[in-house]
């Protein structure tokens, strides 16, 4: 028989909530703290979502814990983007060349509030709001926190888990110890932020543009993307520089920020009535990649989600990496015969490597996303990428090794899509690129893999 262990996770947003669900099936008694009010009773401060993307890697970690359909009835599919040019003409690129390969735009407070009261649903698991975490005693797994009002509390577990986010102080806690730990750490922030706005639905409930798509203004230096939601309404996000043409300390009054979007998002404006009202009551956020390692310490406390690897959100990835940590931790265990001192020190070997993949791979996609999506080689990789996947069906882009290979770890994902991707755009260069037989490419990218 298993034995039950005492597990206080820190953090009950997205990861954290997944991982107590995933404990409490495992039988074990789990105490969960957040900093924050609940969200269920305490709407949060707006501005910071940024919509998600769920794929397929985050459905396979929810599948296992029992709730996908349920999940996906909160979800809008979308199949491609819909790039905008600054004329205003469309442009539509799937996702894939397959079928039914799609990746769905999902609420981050919505979702969060449907693990919480999954995890609601377990009499093993007790979730503490409004409890801030001040230390982490890694050698003796106790925890101290203080809880709003300023009474403090410590809390002894067996095993701690840090899921706290890129502001982690569990990942704190262990960066003091570096002497002992040989704590690496990395943390890299790009020279944009983002700012959040809405399109919302028409007076009908209808959706102002096209419901199906993530919707996408590259413009070079700077961008806008737009999420629908379920009640008609988009979320959009501008990434922007701070400084320069379109920096966000740059547009520093309302007929800046209107003559901007004339200037370089004309179709979007007849869509934004509240634009310069909503463009200076949303804060800017920061945009940062953070990289660690070790993610364990003594076989007690073991960090994961955006407390080991935050990503900026650009291949649409942070979360999902965060579910497949809980998924793959809970194979580990079951690996490990639930010897957890074991468990982490397999885990962090496996993830680490592929987790700093995907930060990387974020990053480029920030620049794709930006500037190139209009570019005229880029669009003809996209042709024959398209032409691959409709007619081999083992052949994945860059993109869909990442997004519809769940079971394709991230980093080999990288490697090949890096191969791929060197090799097409060489062949998109030349004068000849569509006259080359499809069947030729596809065995020059064969030869990559081999």
């Known amino acids: 028989m298993k034995e039950t262990k005492k597990i206080v996770i820190v953090g009950a947003g997205l990861c954290g909530s997944l991982l107590a669900i995933r404990m409490a099936q495992r039988g074990h008694k789990v105490e ?9 009773k305490t709407p949060l401060a707006g501005g910071r979502s ?4 769920l794929s397929d890697r985050g459905l396979k970690a929810i599948k296992s814990a029992g709730f996908k359909e349920e999940i996906l009835e909160e979800c809008i599919g979308m199949d491609g983007r819909m790039i905008h040019s600054i004329n205003g003409e469309e442009r539509f690129s799937s996702y894939s060349g397959r079928e039914g390969e799609r990746i769905n735009s999902v609420s981050r407070t919505g979702l969060n509030i449907t693990l919480l009261d999954k995890a609601d649903e377990f009499d093993n698991v007790n979730i503490h709001f409004d409890s801030k975490c001040k230390h982490i005693d890694l050698d003796n797994a106790v925890a ?4 709003k009002g300023g009474k403090a509390i410590t809390v002894k577990a067996d095993v701690i888990l840090g899921t706290d986010g890129a502001g982690s102080i569990v990942r704190k806690s262990m960066m003091a110890r570096t002497p002992e730990l040989l704590f690496n750490y990395s943390q890299n922030f790009l020279r944009s932020g983002y700012k959040e706005l809405e399109i919302p639905a028409t ?7 096209e419901k199906n798509a993530l919707h996408i203004w590259p413009r070079g230096k700077f961008m806008m993307i737009a999420l629908p939601n379920l009640d008609g309404s988009f979320t959009v996000t501008l990434f922007h520089p701070y400084e320069g043409e379109g920096g966000f300390n740059t547009l520093n009054t309302k007929e ?6 004339k200037k370089y998002y004309p179709d979007s404006l007849e869509h ?6 909503e463009y200076f009551n949303n804060p800017v956020g920061m945009l940062g990649t953070i990289k660690c390692y070790p993610w364990q310490a003594f076989g007690k406390t073991l960090i994961m989600g955006d407390a080991a690897h935050a990503i900026v959100p650009f291949y649409g990835q942070g979360m999902n990496a965060s579910f497949e940590d809980v998924r793959i931790f809970d194979e580990t265990l079951d690996e490990c015969n639930d010897d957890f001192e074991k468990a982490f020190q397999k885990f962090q070997e496996i993830r680490v490597h592929n987790t700093n993949a995907i930060a990387d791979l974020a990053v480029d996609n920030f620049y794709e996303m930006q500037d190139k999506v209009s570019d005229e080689i ?3 990789k996209r042709t024959i990428e398209m032409k691959l996947e409709q007619t081999y069906p083992d052949y994945y882009s860059k993109y869909s090794l990442v997004t519809f290979q769940e079971d394709l770890p991230y980093h080999e994902a990288m490697i090949r899509g890096r191969k791929q991707d060197e090799l097409l755009l060489k062949i998109c260069s030349s004068v000849d690129w569509d006259t080359i037989p499809i069947e030729t490419i596809y065995e020059q990218v064969k030869q990559l893999t081999i």
């Open 256 to 261: 800046k920020v209107v003559d901007f979007f």
């Open 203 to 209: 007076d009908e409930g209808g959706y102002r543009i």
């Open 32 to 40: 969960v703290y957040e900093r924050l009010p609940d969200m269920r």
């Open 272 to 277: 934004f009535p509240n634009l310069a009202e």
């Open 144 to 147: 101290e926190f203080v809880h």
């Open 50 to 53: 940024i919509n998600l993307a």
């Open 378 to 380: 880029f669009i003809r």
